[in-house]
């Protein structure tokens, strides 16, 4: 079966220092791959996905970045953090198929930045 | 662009009852999948059920199903015999076909489901 692992479950980073988070797939192959951010009480906003090995595409103009290294392995940082980047950091991955559309969640990160 | 209203920001319902949770969406797609997704206290996000909109029946998973109106654009999720471990936030979400738009998905700002003994 397929897991996800996302690390670490919480973090606080003082502002201007870096940030690594990363996700990691089990089970499947090729997946792809998001990191999504969600503010307190509200619904997920799209930061970055990934289709491939070492291709990322980024949804909002901020001061993170993405990478993917390998197939299975998905990471989220920053050179130099804000306040504005605090908040719960999600990773998924979605199937390709018709039976398996959807989201698999990571378990989240809840980043504080002060 | 797509987008997702949920309109009911909370809802509370007694045990063993039904409550119904609502969604519209606006899209100029014919191919796409909605889903609503469920995140309890621990904030771990679980894929709930989901509709093909190719599908003219409702998808059904045990205790939930959902009410798929595609020409109204409207998703709403029916939960039978409330349970106090459905107490949780609910997102209602859209995904457009993901060889057109890589899987990508918007989500409403969700429904705060309380379950009361």
């Known amino acids: 079966s397929q897991t996800i692992h996302q690390w670490p479950a919480t973090l606080v980073q003082p502002v201007g220092s870096p940030l690594s988070l990363e996700c990691t797939v089990e089970?499947?192959?090729?997946?792809?791959l998001y990191w999504y951010r969600q503010a307190a009480g509200r619904g997920l906003q799209l930061l970055f996905y990934s289709v491939g090995i070492g291709q990322i595409s980024s949804e909002v103009p901020q001061n993170l970045s993405a990478s993917r290294p390998q197939d299975r392995q998905f990471i989220l940082s920053s050179k130099k953090l804000l306040l504005s980047d605090s908040g719960f950091y999600l990773c998924a991955w979605s199937g390709v198929t018709d039976n398996n559309y959807g989201y698999t969640f990571g378990s989240g990160t809840r980043l504080t930045v002060v | 662009a797509q987008t997702v209203t949920q309109s009911q920001p909370e809802m509370s319902v007694q045990e063993a009852e039904t409550v119904t949770l609502s969604c519209t969406y606006d899209t100029s797609e014919s191919n796409y999948y909605l889903f609503w997704y469920k995140q309890p206290p621990s904030r771990q996000m679980i894929l709930v059920i989901r509709?093909?909109?190719?599908?003219?029946q409702n998808a059904t998973e045990n205790r939930f199903s959902v009410n798929f109106q595609k020409a109204a654009k409207s998703f709403s999720l029916k939960i039978s015999d409330s349970q106090l471990g459905d107490t949780a936030m609910y997102f209602c979400a859209f995904m457009k076909h993901v060889y057109t738009n890589a899987g990508k998905s918007t989500f409403g700002d969700g429904t705060t489901l309380t379950v009361k003994p």
């Open positions: 089970g499947t192959s090729n997946p792809n």
């Open positions: 509709q093909e909109a190719y599908k003219q």
